[in-house]
């Protein structure tokens, strides 16, 4: 019975279209064979257009869900889209609001000259193309934004109105309500004599030039000048400085430097102090430089020059000190005066003169070596310091492979290149003791010198060392000592001088008292320490030598000559295994040092090791040695 009654009960899975199984099973039971199969087929019919409808409805169903979740993907792309142009117009403002560009409008013209195709658009791009080739003319190591009045990447353009709504035209309309472009308008008029053309760039700045029609592209080109002028003075004046025109280029810079812009101040005392240093001299030149780091104590460029007229005065140590100071200034906001592009460069130009002073030389090299591929303008040729530095360590060879292709100068002063060669070639000629060559390489230089005035104050304290050096080379000591007399008390490299010179008259005690003089000048700068240390050793006195070659070492690390002369002082107390180790490290410092490898290999002779040594007398002889390095090569009887 319980079976039964479960068997009629309605089953939800099985009814269909809400029919009861049980009724339909009844109603079979008592109908004709006919009518069921007909019955049948209705219900077969009725489920499949049922199953349709289900399935058209969980098909809508779906879409439904899709149509929602595309519907809310469009809303996210209309709100990034949204977004973007709002982005879009924003940085068009902020852009609008700090340009700083240069717009010239089309001049007013005659009407007749308009008709034979002068017109005012013609007349204001030929302003637009000289005033573009003069920016391009301009070579300078400036940042724009440290111009009071600059003019940004837009840089310089023809304002010809547009017509109907574009996005430039929406950019002009917000540069012109927001930003500081200077407008340029100007007009061309008839006179009795030909032309005048005017230029009015902003509202309170003119001028005018005049001429005959048929100088129409001079007198453009004296009309784009006056706009330079009047718009961008510093930057004139440096495009005058730079094309042979410095006496028209002071008058530019002196008010400038006097009662011009924070920003403009600095750059016009610095440009001023090199051209008083052609002009009065070195004194001149570093007051002007100081007022400029007095103006602006984070004014790197004046810096830089600071450290290297201080050691061309023969002050290593004040030059170290500004040196070194130049360093934190670049890791600051550098970039805000100077150029990207060239802060590694003087970054590199200061680790030079740190690194020259404290006798790393072949690390000076690889630092100009840097300068020069940067591309930044220096003065004298940069190559000039490439081969001072290559000289230091001694590689003579690749000093006079420097200058027979040096880099280009700076362009300021013609035939600077001229002194920078003499310059180089004389250091170059007193590191082989050719005393004959140093000479007359200073009679090139005092002829080279001669259209520079100003440049002669140099003279006491970087030419008159080498030259004193080459007369007592040559045993003239009373020439020798007339040059180095009148020289400054505090020129470190004069006091050397006068020591050398001593000490070859055989004045130990009195070359012994200018040693101590210049290290009292000058006490964390290695050169006085060394050479001090080989005028003992040549007295015979290598113990206190190497006390003063240890000196030497500790002040300059790298610095070759107090490691090789170190060595030869243990050589000198029969410590060859022990010098061996000093001239390898002196090696690292200066591989192609021809005394070098002739004393490394003397020490491999007494260390019992004649194959290695003879190896080292070979490389000698590849190398550049002095007179007397190549008559004790020449003794070596292992030598070839």
């Known amino acids: 019975m319980a079976e039964e ?54 098909k809508q169903l779906h879409l439904g869900i899709w149509e929602k979740r595309l519907g809310v993907l469009l809303r996210l792309a209309t709100a990034m889209i949204g977004l973007a142009v709002a982005a879009g117009l924003a940085f068009m403002v902020w852009d609008a609001a700090h340009s700083n560009g240069l717009l010239i409008e089309p001049f007013s013209v005659p009407p007749e000259l308009a008709a034979k195709g002068l017109t005012g658009e013609v007349v204001a791009t030929k ?107 510093y930057r004139y004046s440096v495009y005058l400085a730079t094309h042979g025109r410095m006496a028209d280029a002071i008058p530019v810079l002196m008010p400038l430097a006097r009662s011009g812009s924070v920003e403009d101040r600095p750059w016009a005392y610095n440009v001023l102090a090199l051209e008083a240093l052609d002009r009065e001299g070195v004194q001149a030149a570093l007051g002007l430089m100081r007022k400029a780091v007095n103006v602006d104590p984070q004014f790197v460029v004046s810096q830089v020059n600071i450290a290297r007229f201080e050691y061309e005065q023969g002050r290593p140590e004040p030059s170290m000190r500004a040196a070194r100071s130049i360093l934190p200034m670049l890791a600051g906001e550098a970039e805000q005066i100077i150029l990207p592009r060239f802060i590694p460069a003087i970054r590199k130009m200061a680790e030079f003169q740190i690194d020259m002073l404290s006798g790393a030389f072949r690390d000076a090299a690889e630092d100009q070596d840097f300068v020069i591929r940067s591309g930044i303008p220096g003065r004298w040729g940069l190559s000039y310091d490439l081969a001072r530095a290559q000289q230091g360590e001694h590689d003579l060879a690749a000093a006079r492979a420097t200058m027979a292709d040096p880099a280009p100068d700076s362009g300021l002063v013609p035939g600077e290149s001229m002194v920078g060669k003499a310059l180089a070639m004389m250091v170059v000629d007193s590191e082989a003791q050719d005393w004959t060559g140093v000479l007359a390489q200073d009679r090139e230089l005092q002829m080279a010198l001669a259209p520079f005035a100003g440049e002669h104050s140099f003279l006491p304290t970087l030419i008159a060392p080498v030259v004193a050096n080459a007369l007592a080379g040559l045993g003239r000591f009373a020439a020798a000592e007339a ?63 190497i006390e003063k070659f240890k000196l030497a070492n500790q002040k300059g690390p790298h610095f070759a000559d107090a490691l090789e002369g170190w060595g030869e002082a243990l050589m000198a107390k029969n410590q060859s295994h022990l010098a061996l180790a000093k001239f390898a490290q002196a090696e690292k410092y200066a591989p192609n040092w021809g005394r070098l490898h002739l004393k490394r290999g003397e020490a491999l002779v007494y260390a019992g090791k004649p194959d290695e040594a003879k190896a080292q007398f070979a490389r000698a002889t590849q190398l550049d040695l002095t007179p007397a390095d190549k008559a004790e090569l020449a003794r070596r009887p292992l030598h070839g």
């Open 5 to 58: 009654k479960e068997a009629l009960e309605p089953d939800s899975e099985s009814s269909i279209g809400g029919v009861d199984p049980v009724a339909i099973g009844l109603a079979l039971a008592g109908a004709s064979r006919g009518k069921a199969d007909a019955f049948l087929d209705e219900q077969r019919a009725f489920i499949k257009d049922q199953r349709h409808h289900l399935h058209e409805q969980l």
């Open 127 to 233: 302003v637009l193309d000289r005033l573009m080739l003069m920016q391009s003319l301009t070579s300078s190591q400036r940042a724009p934004r440290s111009y009071a009045n600059s003019w940004d990447e837009k840089g310089i353009k023809l304002d010809v109105p547009e017509t109907g709504v574009s996005l430039g035209e929406l950019d002009a309309f917000l540069r012109q309500k927001l930003g500081n472009d200077t407008h340029v308008t100007g007009e061309v008029v008839r006179t009795a004599s030909g032309v005048s053309l005017t230029a009015r760039a902003g509202v309170n700045v003119a001028d005018s030039v005049a001429g005959p029609q048929e100088d129409m592209d001079a007198l453009v080109q004296r009309l784009a000048e006056s706009v330079y002028r009047m718009t961008q003075p």
């Open 483 to 545: 040059v180095i007399a009148p020289t400054p008390a505090d020129c470190y490299a004069c006091l050397i001088a006068r020591a050398r010179i001593a000490g070859l008259k055989g004045e130990h005690a009195r070359a012994d008292w200018w040693f101590a003089r210049a290290i009292q000048s000058a006490p964390s700068i290695p050169f006085a320490y060394a050479d001090w240390g080989q005028a003992l050793l040549a007295r015979g006195q290598p113990d206190t030598a």
